[in-house]
């Protein structure tokens, strides 16, 4: 039989054997929710590494890592976003076409200037709901592009950029095929009410004996701006995200992937062959009609009634006048006008705004003073910085202190994360950016084309 001190000593064991159960229970509860750090900080073995963007980044895309929980969970989640976000790409570039570029007869640049001309034609020849088919036609247009350069560039662009076109069906189809998105944006979402591109005159029987142009037509050049402004906004969107709007940003990146250079600069070149094309066929199919002053013909003593139509002015004129009886208000046919000048304008929007927002290829070069440069040096090793670094001693001007400069060239879209953990790192550092125009031999674009 065991004595009283036996059986408080089994007592008190049992009582901490609990606790340390209990707590290794927590532990293990705190291992499980921060077992992505921990694999952090197992793969770089060091603490504040695990804390810094580009040292997340190193990890992230590590072959070895892939197979992992933590990195399959990232990269799901990263996918997602960039779907959603291509999703708003399509939703900007809709929006710009429907309420603005057509209005001001603009030729989007690239393949969406094939369906766009349709549509355009079409309604010069007084079909006016050919735009709920423009996301359709863009799509059937794209098809051989995807087959025959999408097996020859990395596989999510390609599956994202036909999320793009999908996504442009269904945000086409709400634009277009419900009434109230369509009147809004119709009634509400016009920089020139009032104003009109056609010009109908009428008898008095109400057949129509003569259509031209309005010759006000500023609004033109602002409605192609605006849409330049969000197709531009659009295509980088859908570029920062993985994908692109189709068309010919397929060869563009194929291309500009190739010889790794500015994706706006071999947009530009390509657009402006494209659209050219596209002007001539529109200037032969669709071309301008005469113009006519509204301020001056509405005063006229001709004029019966002035009535103003969901796509055009429509003038009755007076019994006992024909359409001869206001020639002298009608200008000249032109061949070159303001829906040509802001198609161009348009391209160069367009590519000033990508150029700005995603400038893949752009590089710089990043001074960093300081004076602990075994930090950075360990930074560097640490996340098996990808691109070259000089290193070099000198003294400070102003305090004649021995200082070290480390000078490396990278990407721009690199740039943020690298000063960020630098700053970290050693927030004595002094860091200058100097832009390069050009560089020759081996350079590692891996961040990009992740």
Known sequence: MSSPVTNLKIIKRKKLLKKLHSENVNNLKLI?????????????????????????????????????????????????????????????????????????????????????????????????????????????????????????VKKSFTILTTVFMVSQLITNAIFTSIPQVHNFIHNYINIAPGWHKLVEFRDKAGNIIGTYENSSSWPVIINGFLGSICAGTSIAIAWKNGGSTGGTDIIAYYFSTKKQKSVAGMMF????????????VFGIAARH???????????????????????????????????????????????????????????????????????????VTLSIATKCPDTIINYFKHIKYWHAYTIFKGISGYSQEETYFIETTLLTLETKNLISDIKVIDPKAWISIKPVEQV???????????
Do not use: C
């Open 269 to 280: 070149t390509v657009n402006i062959i494209a659209t050219s094309f596209f002007l001539l």
């Open 289 to 363: 009609k005469e113009a006519v002053d509204l301020g001056v013909i509405s005063s006229s003593s001709s004029v019966e009634s002035v009535l103003e139509q969901p796509n055009s002015i429509i003038i009755t004129l007076k019994d006992g006048f024909a359409i001869n009886s206001i020639k002298k208000y009608v200008s000249h046919r032109t061949i070159f006008g303001l829906r040509e000048f802001s198609t161009i304008l348009y391209i160069i929007f367009n590519n000033i705004v990508l150029g700005l927002m995603y400038p893949k290829y752009k590089k």
């Open 32 to 152: 499980e929710l921060d077992k992505e750090d921990i694999d952090l900080r197992k793969y770089f073995g060091d603490d504040l590494m695990a804390n810094l963007r580009m040292a997340n980044y190193t990890y992230y895309t590590d072959s070895a890592n892939k197979r992992k929980k933590n990195v399959r969970k990232r990269t799901a989640i990263l996918y997602a976003k960039r779907i959603f976000f291509i999703f708003i790409a399509a939703l900007i570039f809709n929006f710009g076409v429907i309420a603005f570029l057509n209005r001001g007869d603009t030729l989007p640049s690239g393949l969406s200037g094939f369906p766009m001309l349709a549509v355009l034609i079409a309604k010069d020849k007084g079909y006016r709901d050919w735009d709920k088919y423009f996301a359709l036609m863009f799509i059937l247009i794209n098809l051989p592009l995807l087959i025959g350069f999408g097996f020859k």
């Open 440 to 450: 020759k031999g081996a350079f590692n674009t891996q961040y990009v084309e992740q």
